[in-house]
């Protein structure tokens, strides 16, 4: 069983979802976990979750047209409803995020050169996909990774960010109206089919990080970090991380400090406290996804049903 995406709601509460429309969910820090299957979704891989409290959550089923699936539960998983369905043959979705219980964002391989955004106000009831005119024109082969579910992350003051991948240059899109309209910015990660940003985290409005690389060269070092310092306009090359092959995710620790970041990839987890200039293995097993509470309290999930809890005091 492949584990891929976390959503922490507080130390005790977390969410996980995985392959074979799985998913889990603990109420005391890890110490017990409670796991079930959505009716009739078994053959689904749920590889992005978004919690907000010990009963409500959504997940996000990715897969080619109509496997792009999207649920909500409101008693703790006893009951899933099926909120989208996709109905684009050629589409594909990779990552959900919420601002809050109404507003979220969904996000999918570009189409017939134009990016794929959901929107939402209403909790999921209802799902609008973003007329194209607001968006940036999509790049040959544009799309996005279904690897943690961090490809599109949310902060504060109503902004959200996306990790592209699978074309010629790496970008980050950036919305501050809540997705109602997005620009886009070039990143020095490694560009190409396969390859690209798999993970968008910020630790604030302005200082944030993007990691990937090339999917398909899991013994290689390629540049699959970036930085900002303005919220997402300009970015940086950051340092090599120490695991070879693809990052797939990427976290910053709440509370920590100095700040510090973890990736996650097929190579291993890695750890930077110096804003991603200088990164130290800290695991080196495969993992997919993680997910920060706090410094006492961080999770990384991936195959065989795995889930390690961390802590950093």
């Avoid at 603990?26 to 017990?32: I, K, M, V």
């Avoid at 959900?96 to 959901?118: C, H, N, Q, T």
């Avoid at 200088?278 to 695991?283: P, Q, V």
Wanted: net charge negative; aromatic share 8%.
């Amino acid at each position: 069983m492949l584990l891929q995406a976390v959503s922490p709601v507080s130390e005790e509460v977390v969410w996980v979802s995985g392959h074979g429309g799985t998913w889990l969910r603990t109420l005391d820090g890890g110490s017990t976990w409670e796991s079930g299957v959505v009716p009739e979704a078994d053959t689904l891989q749920f590889r992005d979750v978004h919690a907000i409290s010990a009963e409500t959550a959504w997940l996000l089923a990715a897969g080619p047209g109509e496997m792009s699936r999207i649920y909500r539960t409101d008693d703790g998983g006893r009951n899933w409803r099926l909120q989208w369905t996709n109905d684009e043959p050629a589409g594909f979705y990779d990552c959900l995020s919420m601002f809050d219980d109404r507003r979220g964002l969904v996000y999918g391989d570009a189409i017939d050169g134009e990016l794929r955004i959901l929107r939402t106000v209403d909790g999921g009831e209802n799902w609008s996909r973003l007329a194209g005119e607001r968006l940036p024109p999509a790049l040959d082969g544009e799309g996005g990774f279904a690897a943690s579910g961090t490809c599109l992350a949310i902060g504060a003051q109503n902004v959200a960010w996306i990790g592209t991948g699978n074309a010629e240059r790496a970008r980050v899109l950036r919305s501050a109206d809540r997705g109602w309209s997005w620009m886009a910015s070039d990143a020095p990660v490694v560009g190409g089919e396969a390859a690209g940003i798999t993970s968008v985290t910020f630790r604030d409005e302005r200082f944030g990080l993007v990691v990937g690389g090339h999917l398909g060269q899991p013994g290689e070092h390629t540049a699959n970090v970036a930085l900002t310092a303005d919220g997402g306009v300009t970015w940086t090359a950051g340092g090599s991380l120490r695991m070879a092959g693809a990052a797939y995710g990427a976290a910053w620790v709440p509370g920590s400090n100095p700040p510090v970041a973890v990736a996650v990839g097929p190579g291993g987890a890695d750890l930077t406290s110096d804003g991603g200039i200088n990164w130290t293995g800290i695991d080196d097993r495969n993992w997919w996804g993680l997910g920060f509470a706090s410094e006492d309290a961080g999770w990384l999930v991936g195959p065989e049903g795995r889930i390690a809890k961390i802590t950093f005091r």
